[in-house]
């Protein structure tokens, strides 16, 4: 088992920042790759950004790419995601994951409770 808590999620302007983080604890952290995903009222969960388990490799989806930058650092169990210039449209709640590599949520077996973002026009 692996578990994940999310933080860093409030509500902040357009054109701010945030910095999420997602702390994991359990099975050896460096094994899985991980992911952020995000889900917003009606929709689908979707996938936002991932990384290798060394961290070597990140991918993004296209409407965060330039602006996110998705880091960890395996010494501390934690991912990150920095989020720059957030826009309305990124309004959700975030989720982090963990698992194998890959941009759909089956890839990933273990998840975090979530942490909302919210960002006013």
């Known amino acids: 088992q692996v578990q994940l808590v999310e933080s860093g999620g409030g509500l902040v302007q357009a054109g701010a920042s945030l910095r999420l983080s997602c702390a994991a604890s359990?099975?050896?952290?460096?094994?899985?790759?991980m992911a952020w995903f995000r889900q917003a009222p009606g929709k689908e969960r979707e996938f936002v950004a991932r990384?290798?388990?060394?961290?070597?490799?990140?991918g993004y989806v296209n409407s965060v790419k330039g602006r996110f930058t998705i880091s960890r650092d395996n010494a501390k169990n934690t991912v990150y995601l920095q989020m720059n210039s957030l826009e309305p449209e990124d309004t959700s709640v975030y989720y982090c994951?963990?698992?194998?590599?890959?941009?759909?949520?089956?890839?990933?077996?273990?998840w975090g409770q979530g942490t909302q973002v919210t960002v006013s026009s």
């Open positions: 994951a963990a698992g194998v590599w890959g941009t759909s949520t089956g890839g990933y077996t273990y």
């Open positions: 359990g099975r050896t952290f460096s094994n899985y790759a």
């Open positions: 990384i290798s388990p060394s961290g070597s490799a990140t």
